[in-house]
């Protein structure tokens, strides 16, 4: 009779996935958490839902005077507002998306650990199974001859 074999599957030591968000989040510097947070106020409905309201006051009091006309028509003091505005938030923005870059590329690279851990627990299992399959060939085997060998001794005791 042939001994069936396995292989060996004893524990593997494969790190912890680790949670990518967290580990970024507790390196980031405070300029990288007031870009993240410029950014998202910046790129939100709420602020520019805001802006517009506030534009459309200084618009409308510089042209009714009912205050002063602080920034007569065509409103170069709000053109300048608008243009600083824009200089400090485009660079403040792109850093944040530069971050993000960076994260992303982080992620990419633990998500192909984890694909690497993946393959290799699968071609474990496929292992296994495989031999599996020749254990049940062989006592498939095994079974056809003791059901050959009952039937010869049967047919000469009968």
């Given at each position: 009779?042939?001994?069936?074999?396995?292989?060996?599957?004893?524990?593997?030591?494969?790190?912890?996935?680790?949670?990518?968000?967290?580990?970024?989040?507790?390196?980031?510097?405070?300029?990288?958490?007031?870009?993240?947070?410029?950014?998202?106020?910046?790129?939100?409905?709420?602020?520019?839902?805001?802006?517009?309201?506030?534009?459309?006051?200084?618009?409308?009091?510089?042209?009714?005077?009912?205050?002063?006309?602080?920034?007569?028509?065509?409103?170069?003091?709000?053109?300048?507002?608008?243009?600083?505005?824009?200089?400090?938030?485009?660079?403040?923005?792109?850093?944040?998306?530069?971050?993000?870059?960076?994260?992303?590329?982080?992620?990419?690279?633990?998500?192909?650990?984890?694909?690497?851990?993946a393959?290799?627990e699968?071609?474990?299992?496929?292992?296994?199974l495989?031999?599996?399959?020749?254990?049940?060939?062989?006592?498939?085997?095994?079974?056809?001859t003791?059901?050959?060998?009952?039937?010869?001794?049967?047919?000469?005791?009968?």
């Open positions: 009779m042939k001994k069936l074999t396995f292989p060996d599957i004893s524990p593997r030591t494969t790190e912890v996935i680790k949670n990518t968000n967290e580990l970024f989040e507790s390196q980031l510097s405070r300029g990288q958490r007031a870009s993240d947070w410029v950014a998202s106020t910046i790129g939100s409905w709420k602020f520019i839902l805001w802006q517009s309201f506030f534009f459309a006051v200084w618009i409308f009091m510089n042209l009714t005077a009912f205050i002063n006309h602080w920034d007569p028509y065509p409103f170069i003091l709000m053109n300048l507002l608008l243009s600083t505005q824009a200089a400090y938030t485009a660079p403040v923005i792109m850093m944040s998306q530069n971050r993000q870059a960076a994260k992303d590329r982080v992620e990419a690279h633990n998500d192909y650990l984890i694909n690497l851990k393959e290799e699968i071609r474990t299992v496929l292992k296994q495989e031999a599996q399959n020749l254990a049940l060939i062989e006592l498939h085997k095994m079974q056809e003791i059901t050959r060998r009952i039937d010869e001794l049967s047919k000469t005791s009968g």
